[in-house]
């Protein structure tokens, strides 16, 4: 695939091999005065960049999804869904720019359900929301056994069960 093509339908993996093609360049001696490690370093932060964007995304999401199984409160269910469709269009755009992100996907919602769990039960916590199960759950097990959404339901449009009261 030639780079304007690869630029056009990855992003990040553009980004990935202009950064190691810059620091070839200057391994092998250029004349050119250019700063090739900073510019080299630049280029991999927009694959950063869009990583980042990823895995943000994917944290609110399941902000939102534990929020939605755990809170026993009615009213900011309708907003919690709004950010979940949000975040999961978001995160296509992010997979359709940098589709080299897709291998990545079971290991950054692993690496985000343990942050986007912290960020739930902080939050219903502070609102006095924290249902007796999800109190159950957490004294018994860790955020990973205790939340563990699929892609699928991640970046689909699976909504958990409304949560039974108490």
């Known amino acids: 695939m030639d780079l304007?093509?690869?630029?056009?339908?990855?992003?990040?993996?553009?980004?990935?091999?202009?950064?190691?093609?810059?620091?070839?360049?200057?391994q092998g001696g250029s004349n050119r005065?250019?700063?090739?490690?900073?510019?080299a370093e630049e280029i991999e932060d927009l694959a950063k960049s869009e990583r980042r964007?990823?895995?943000?995304?994917?944290?609110r999401i399941i902000e939102h999804l534990i929020k939605l199984e755990h809170s026993p409160a009615d009213r900011p269910h309708r907003r919690w869904r709004q950010s979940i469709r949000n975040a999961r269009v978001e995160a296509e755009d992010r997979?359709?720019?940098?589709?080299?992100?897709?291998?990545?996907?079971?290991?950054?919602?692993?690496?985000?359900?343990?942050?986007?769990?912290?960020?739930?039960?902080?939050?219903?916590?502070?609102?006095?929301?924290?249902?007796?199960s999800l109190q159950q759950i957490l004294k018994a097990q860790s955020y990973q056994e205790s939340f563990s959404y699929t892609a699928e339901q991640i970046l689909g449009d699976w909504f958990?069960?409304?949560p039974t009261s108490g």
Do not use: C, M
């Open 160 to 162: 958990p069960p409304e």
């Open 95 to 132: 997979l359709a720019e940098s589709p080299s992100l897709k291998p990545e996907l079971a290991q950054i919602i692993a690496q985000e359900t343990e942050r986007g769990a912290r960020l739930a039960i902080a939050a219903l916590d502070e609102r006095n929301e924290l249902s007796r």
């Open 53 to 59: 964007s990823l895995h943000s995304h994917i944290r």
């Open 33 to 39: 005065q250019l700063d090739w490690e900073n510019l």
């Open 4 to 26: 304007k093509t690869l630029y056009e339908e990855d992003t990040v993996a553009w980004a990935e091999t202009q950064a190691a093609a810059l620091r070839a360049a200057a």
